[in-house]
């Protein structure tokens, strides 16, 4: 199981006045004070990456492949119950593919490119999609990773459980 680990900490510096004869000597007494907090989480979303690389000779012939290709990408999710809504997807890469023989330059044709991004709630809907795409050609499949979903508010939680374990130090010091 992949954790993640938010750490909180918070330090007080607690400044004792002390006695009247201690309030003309240049230093005043002070206690640093610190509280800290460490929590791990499982990792509950999932993020799979994937690319297409498409080659044709002509810029029709990449486009009417890539459409193809991303029209079967999206039935794919679907089946795992990912909306295409939930699949992010980049501006497509077109560049042209140049062939160098004996100094002359001719065009061979056209590579188009495009990444993709699905967050799923599951690492068994993770290992499947990654299963349903390699039977899939010109698919390339990037390590999933494996994050903790509403990351802020969990570090807010943290940070605010580092806060308490601090006014309770300064508290007993101050005591």
């Known amino acids: 199981m992949k954790f993640g680990m938010i750490s909180g900490i918070v330090f007080w510096a607690l400044v ?3 006695c009247d004869c201690c309030k003309n000597t240049p230093e005043v007494p002070k206690v640093d004070v610190s509280g800290s907090k460490s929590q791990k989480y499982a990792a509950n ?3 799979s990456t994937f690319s297409l690389e498409l080659r ?3 810029k029709d012939g990449v486009y009417k492949k890539l459409t193809e290709r991303r029209q079967r990408i999206f039935e794919v999710t679907r089946s795992i119950d990912v909306d295409e809504s939930g699949v992010e997807q980049n501006s497509v890469s077109l560049t042209k593919e140049w062939s160098y023989d004996h100094g002359d330059r001719r065009l061979v044709g056209y590579v188009a490119r495009q990444e993709f991004s699905v967050k799923l709630d599951s690492r068994k809907d993770a290992a499947m999609l ?3 795409l390699s039977t899939e050609p ?4 990037y390590p999933t990773s494996a994050t903790v979903k509403n990351l802020d ?3 807010g939680v943290v940070i605010e459980a580092a ?3 601090g006014l309770a130090k300064a508290s007993h010091c101050a005591a």
């Not at 010109?138 to 499949?141: A, L, Q, R, S, T």
């Open 138 to 141: 010109d698919v390339e499949i």
């Open 163 to 165: 806060v308490k374990n």
């Open 56 to 58: 044709d000779a002509s």
């Open 130 to 132: 990654t299963q349903l």
């Open 16 to 18: 004792f006045t002390g």
């Open 45 to 47: 979303q999932f993020v």
């Open 153 to 155: 508010s969990l570090q």
